[in-house]
């Protein structure tokens, strides 16, 4: 009986000490592919972050790599993480559609990045196709392409669409929040033209012609069916995930969209944040805050009051705040992997987009190689990793480059 013991714990102590050296084999893998491929996220949010906290193009942000103390992006953590380029989102919020401004906040955003680019040219440069971020590389740099999120800064002037694609807008996202001149919204009820308008076909034409990617990100279901039926270029969903593991949320995308993508040739980049990743979870954090909000109610204090800091604080220990992990971004990946094959997913992370809400193991751009980790254990292939990480988009990109007239 003893020996039996002995050999039992051996035994069980051999394959755990095994299994140990072969995590941490394939995380050393996942490493050296997330330096050795070009990653792409389909949208970082860091312009209007910036813009947000009263940015200022001053010299403490030159001559060294550009960092941050706050955020989810800066060049230091994006070297470690293996991100080569991430789409700057040149972001319009809805309201402008209402207030004006919109081109003019397109403009300030977009000098934003330029300036950022220009004044650290040695760790930036400004990307208007695949070729340029591979050089970028090359050069050890991190290459900044640019997308606009709503399509309000054009909406009255199809001028403006070759104008910003010489400004450096590689990808426009059709809307927002809201419905605009160009559709209706996944997040308004109003649905104002019943997908697109009859000016939004007349976009299309324009961004086809003028070499800018369709994002289907934001837009109703009818927008979306009706654009994939009309365009004759690939789209992309720059920051989406599946709808499966979020039920009534049209934000994300359903499965007989996803299943479209394989015909149109489109890509699909998973959105990391918990709302998009988790229903379950989304309301739990959801109810969370509802109940904290009725307190301060209750109570007569002001959220940032400094009776509610005190009280968040103790409300905080109580019911921590719940995220998805890296392991359910690989869920959605697979999902969409099964539904449309490899050749149709990316990463689009929403990073300094999506607040307090990223998942464990990837809470800032330092940590895809988190992501690529679990991919190799779930027995994805190197060639499949390389298209998720650069190669599906760069097809799309290419495509609709050369599709100009």
């Known amino acids: 009986m003893k020996y039996w013991i002995v050999l039992l714990f051996f035994t069980t102590g051999n394959l755990y000490s095994q299994t140990i050296k072969n995590e941490d084999a394939l995380l050393k893998k996942a490493n050296k592919l997330a330096q050795k491929y070009i990653i792409t996220d389909g949208h970082v949010d860091l312009p209007y972050r910036l813009k947000v906290t009263n940015f200022k193009l001053q010299k403490e942000y030159l001559g060294i790599p550009y960092q941050s103390n706050s955020g989810d992006f800066d060049y230091v953590r994006a070297k470690k993480g293996g991100l080569d380029a991430p789409f700057m989102s040149i972001y319009i919020p809805a309201s402008t559609q209402i207030d004006g401004g919109a081109k003019e906040l397109a403009d300030s955003l977009i000098n934003m990045v330029k300036y950022i680019a220009q004044n650290q040219s040695q760790y930036f440069s400004i990307a208007f196709s695949p070729e340029d971020v591979k050089k970028a590389k090359k050069q050890g740099k991190i290459a900044l392409p640019m997308g606009m999120e709503n ?14 694609k010489k400004k450096g807008i590689s990808y426009i996202t059709l809307t927002h929040s809201k419905d605009n001149k160009i559709c ?34 934001h837009v109703s279901d009818s927008t979306f069916y009706q654009t994939l039926r009309y365009v004759k270029v690939p789209v992309i969903a720059s920051h989406s995930s599946c ?13 007989d969209m996803i299943k479209m993508l394989p015909k149109n040739g489109g890509v699909i980049m998973v959105n990391f944040g918990t709302s998009f990743l988790d229903n379950n979870i989304g309301k739990r954090n959801d109810s969370l805050r509802n109940i904290y909000l009725t307190h301060l109610s209750d109570k007569g204090w002001k959220d940032g009051s400094e009776e509610a800091k005190i009280f968040a604080e103790t409300f905080q220990k109580q019911h921590p705040k719940l995220y998805a992990d890296v392991e359910t971004v690989a869920d959605h ?8 094959g490899v050749d149709h997913v990316g990463f689009g992370s929403d990073f300094d987009g999506v607040g307090d809400s990223l998942p464990t193991g990837l809470k800032d751009v330092s940590q895809y190689p988190n992501l690529i980790y679990v991919l190799l254990k779930r027995g994805y292939s190197e060639k499949d990793i390389k298209k998720m990480c650069s190669g599906n988009l760069f097809r799309v990109w290419s495509k609709v480059l050369k599709s100009k007239v």
């Open 333 to 340: 990946i697979d999902h969409i992997v099964a539904l449309a």
């Open 184 to 217: 209706d919204s996944s997040y308004d009820t109003t649905r104002t033209w019943r997908g697109l308008s009859p000016y939004g076909y007349k976009v299309l034409d324009e961004m086809q012609k003028s070499g800018i990617m369709v994002d289907i990100s």
């Open 243 to 255: 709808r499966k593991f979020t039920p009534g949320f049209e934000r994300n995308m359903d499965d």
């Open 151 to 164: 399509g309000a800064p054009v909406e009255n002037d199809l001028t403006l669409i070759p104008y910003f």
